[in-house]
């Protein structure tokens, strides 16, 4: 399921999105921003604030930081700023999502 909220370059907008992990573990993106997103994932455990890790939207890769988690959940930061067409591509596909530790 899409959703999508109308929003000016850096506001949030709403994306949810079921992907499937190598461990068959559904991963979830409840908003995604320029500067950042929050995932569900049972892939990465609570109290990894602070690890580096490599997002794989399908046709975006980039690094992130993660800010804080709460058990499954993941509050990341991007390395570098997505910009605006890239995180529309993103809210268009419906490719898995892939998390790497660093």
Do not use: K
């Not at 609570?46 to 046709?59: L, N, P, R, T, Y």
């Not at 570098?80 to 892939?98: K, M, N």
């Amino acid at each position: 399921m899409l959703i999508r909220e109308d929003a000016v370059d850096n506001r949030r907008v709403q994306r949810m999105h079921a992907g499937e992990t190598s461990a068959n573990r559904a991963q979830r993106i409840y908003d995604i921003s320029r500067y950042g997103c929050q995932i569900e994932s049972n892939d990465l455990a609570d109290g990894a604030s602070g690890q580096f890790v490599e997002i794989d939207f399908g046709s975006v890769v980039t690094r992130a930081i993660i800010r804080w988690s709460d058990r499954a959940r993941l509050g990341v930061e991007f390395a570098r700023p997505l910009g605006s067409r890239e995180v529309d591509a993103l809210l268009a596909e419906s490719a898995p999502i892939r998390l790497r530790r660093l």
